[in-house]
């Protein structure tokens, strides 16, 4: 059975930064695709960036481009996004999600995807 755990998250005010991590468990050999997304009270969630565990680059969504970073140790069983220049507008509750065993890493940055495992998420808080 798969598992996500997500940490990282906090309060911080506008301008700083955070490091976001999702631990797998539960993987099997080969690629996965892992994301994450975000959502806000009232709001559908989102996808903020996706990325294909063997050898993948990220795919990013919306205004994440240009401020955040998402990578995965070797093992493929982390993920992470770097968050740079944080804006009021980020605050939500950031959730990983993974597909496993995708035909193929194009899978990854479909949305809204088949995305069939959830962590409980991590909030982040971003103030003036």
């Known amino acids: 059975q798969v598992q996500l755990v997500e940490s990282g998250g906090g309060s911080v005010r506008a301008g700083e930064s955070l490091k976001l991590s999702c631990e797998a468990s539960?993987?099997?050999?080969?690629?996965?695709?892992m994301a994450w997304f975000r959502q806000t009270p009232g709001k559908e969630r989102e996808p903020v960036a996706s990325?294909?565990?063997?050898?993948?680059?990220?795919t990013y969504f919306g205004s994440a481009k240009d401020r955040f970073i998402a990578s995965t140790n070797d093992a493929g069983n982390t993920l992470y996004l770097r968050m740079n220049l944080l804006k009021p507008e980020d605050t939500a509750m950031y959730y990983c999600?993974?597909?496993?065993?995708?035909?193929?890493?194009?899978?990854?940055?479909?949305?809204?995807?088949?995305?069939?495992?959830w962590g409980q998420g991590t909030q982040v808080t971003v103030s003036f």
């Open positions: 539960g993987f099997t050999a080969g690629g996965n695709c």
């Open positions: 990325i294909y565990t063997y050898r993948g680059s990220p």
């Open positions: 999600a993974a597909i496993t065993a995708p035909p193929g890493p194009w899978v990854c940055g479909d949305w809204p995807g088949p995305w069939n495992y």
